[in-house]
């Protein structure tokens, strides 16, 4: 069972507001990611973080911003929402292990997602 | 371009019954493929994850099996059950950067009726 928890699990907010998607992992990851869904299609990486205080975009280009302060918390803001940020956002982590002088990424643990509506 | 490709994009079928999903990929340089389960409202659990070298992987009523030549991967669902009802989403790992970033297919819709 996967120690990955993101807060809200719903959200319907109007445009122009601030939002903050939580997302927390007690595991103990390096790694984390937020990706973004939407129904029918596949996920999308928008961000990405090695480590505290290391960001990176994704594959896909997001008005959002991330922060990684502590190891276990990495959370998703936009600052002015708008109805085409409407969509699930879905949190992942992962950790990194050493097969001799080889460092490899294990799998992904993803959490239970939110789900954004703006209207 | 790295893709995954899955079929067929939604399936019915009755509680009981057997089925099989199909996924294409591009990714290279290959380094593993899983396929995961996402139920409605929430994030994708891993069922099954096989590496170059491994061509079936069984979890439960749930076989996998890899074709590294052609590139293909199945995930045969047997004996279904209601709970089975799910989004199955083909996952390909490459083994070109450190981060170990996926590809993911858009995933077959299951629907098992009683």
């Known amino acids: 069972e996967a120690d990955i928890y993101q807060t809200p699990r719903y959200l319907v907010i109007g445009t122009g507001k601030k939002i903050t998607l939580e997302c927390s992992q007690t595991m103990g990851h390096d790694k984390m990611y937020w990706y973004q869904q939407d129904p029918g299609m596949e996920l999308h990486l928008i961000h990405y973080?090695?480590?505290?205080?290391?960001?990176e975009k994704g594959d896909l280009s997001s008005e959002s911003t991330v922060s990684r302060i502590r190891t276990e918390h990495f959370p998703l803001t936009l600052e002015s929402a708008r109805p085409s940020h409407t969509s699930q956002y879905l949190c992942a982590s992962s950790e990194s292990i050493r097969l001799g002088t080889l460092k490899m990424t294990n799998e992904q643990f993803f959490g239970p997602g939110t789900r954004l509506t703006v209207l | 371009k790295n893709q995954v490709e899955q079929s067929p994009q939604s399936l019915i079928i009755l509680e009981g019954k057997n089925c099989t999903l199909q996924c294409n990929y591009t990714v290279s340089p290959f380094s593993n493929l899983r396929w995961y389960k996402q139920d409605t409202g929430r994030g994708p659990v891993s069922l099954t994850i096989m590496t170059f070298s491994e061509n079936t992987k069984s979890n439960g009523r749930y076989t996998a099996t890899l074709d590294a030549d052609t590139k293909q991967s199945s995930l045969h669902i047997t004996a279904s059950q209601l709970s089975d009802s799910a989004s199955y989403i083909c996952?390909?790992?490459?083994?070109?950067?450190?981060?170990?970033?996926?590809?993911f297919g858009r995933g077959t819709q299951l629907t098992v009726w009683p």
């Open positions: 996952v390909v790992s490459d083994r070109g950067s450190t981060l170990g970033r996926l590809y």
């Open positions: 973080s090695y480590g505290v205080n290391s960001t």
